[in-house]
């Protein structure tokens, strides 16, 4: 059975930076691509960011181009999400996925963690 746990949100500055991590049990996140979600108030979940199994390739969502990177820790085990330059439209439940590809769409995902809130300030 493959759980997925997010860590890392929190409040931060207009401006500020975030670290989010996506840990996984049971077979491993080697074994699927992973995708970063999250969803403000009223909104519907969006897709922010996915990378590959292999790590080789990666998708950004437009309004996170150049602020955003992830990727693969292979010490921690981990999938991160480097969030940078952070907007007050940034906030929302970060969810991360495990899923067979490397879109941005819901759809493709099929295990997901419970999120993590980031909320930014202006």
């Known amino acids: 059975q493959l759980q997925l746990v997010e860590s890392g949100g929190g409040l931060v500055q207009f401006g500020g930076s975030l670290r989010l991590s996506c840990a996984a049990s049971g077979l491993g996140l080697p074994y699927y691509a992973i995708g970063w979600f999250r969803q403000a108030p009223g909104k519907e979940r969006e897709g922010v960011s996915s990378i590959s199994t292999s790590g080789g390739s990666t998708n950004y969502a437009d309004s996170v181009k150049g602020r955003f990177t992830i990727s693969r820790d292979t010490a921690k085990k981990t999938v991160d999400l480097q969030m940078n330059d952070l907007k007050p439209e940034d906030t929302g439940v970060y969810y991360c996925?495990?899923?067979?590809?490397?879109?941005?769409?819901?759809?493709?995902?099929?295990?997901w963690g419970q999120g993590t809130q980031v909320t930014v300030s202006s």
């Open positions: 996925a495990a899923g067979r590809g490397g879109s941005l769409l819901a759809r493709m995902y099929h295990t």
